[in-house]
């Protein structure tokens, strides 16, 4: 079946550390791929996305490249920020009729000042 | 501000009563979907709607669960007899549909809690 695996958290790091979060999917075709950010408090929002292999998504910092030959969309930020503390979904759609998103489980963030 | 909408933001309600939720989509989308988020976990599938038409409910949409979308708009979410497994927050989406516009974009929730 179609699934999302994302490195369990709580990731905790320091402002201007690097973040690396890990997703890997499994899908029956070729699925389009996700970053959802939920912050405290708040609905989810798309972060950034790709489409299809080698795509580079990014926003606000943030980048995650499509890796078909590892099933790999792994979020990566060169400097974090106290404000970058929320909790960050994986997700994949696989495009029919319905087009549902699948989620992984969520990676907590915390950012120390 | 013209994103997807969701009334209530929070319910609290006792086991054996219903509930009914709303969602309002972005104007111009024409499908909506219906998530669940259960705490520490990421949203899952609940059913879609292509304009009026429900086309797909996932098994966990029980028959105590109904959701309709009347006019192609804004869309209801129904749960009869709750029960204190329905705790969760309710997610709606909407997206243009097609397959260079699926991106989905996400309401506030709403968070039920069935004492």
């Known amino acids: 079946g179609n699934s999302v695996t994302q490195m369990e958290g709580p990731v905790t790091l320091s402002e201007e550390a690097f973040l690396t979060i890990n997703c890997t999917y499994t899908a029956t075709g070729y699925p389009s791929l996700f970053w959802y950010v939920q912050y405290p408090g708040e609905g989810l929002q798309l972060l950034l996305k790709?489409?299809?292999?080698?795509d580079k998504g990014s926003n606000k910092g943030f980048e995650a490249t499509y890796r078909k030959e590892t099933t790999s969309f792994h979020l990566e930020k060169g400097s974090v920020q106290v404000s970058d503390s929320a909790v960050y979904f994986c997700a994949l759609l696989l495009y029919s009729s319905a087009s549902k998103i699948i989620f992984g489980s969520g990676t907590r963030l915390s950012i120390r000042p | 501000d013209t994103g997807v909408s969701q009334d209530p933001r929070h319910k609290i309600t006792k086991r054996g009563q219903n509930v009914t939720f709303r969602c309002d989509p972005i104007s111009e989308h024409n499908r909506l979907y219906w998530y669940r988020q259960t705490l520490g976990q990421g949203p899952e599938f609940l059913t879609y709607f292509q304009n009026e038409a429900q086309l797909e409910k996932s098994r966990l949409l029980s028959d105590r669960f109904s959701a309709e979308r009347p006019k192609g708009s804004f869309s209801t979410l129904e749960i009869q007899r709750t029960e204190q497994g329905d705790s969760a927050m309710y997610l709606c989406?909407?997206?243009?549909?097609?397959?260079?516009?699926?991106?989905?974009?996400f309401g506030p929730g709403t968070r039920l809690l069935v004492l």
């Open positions: 790709a489409t299809k292999a080698d």
């Open positions: 989406a909407s997206s243009l549909g097609g397959q260079d516009q699926e991106t989905q974009y």
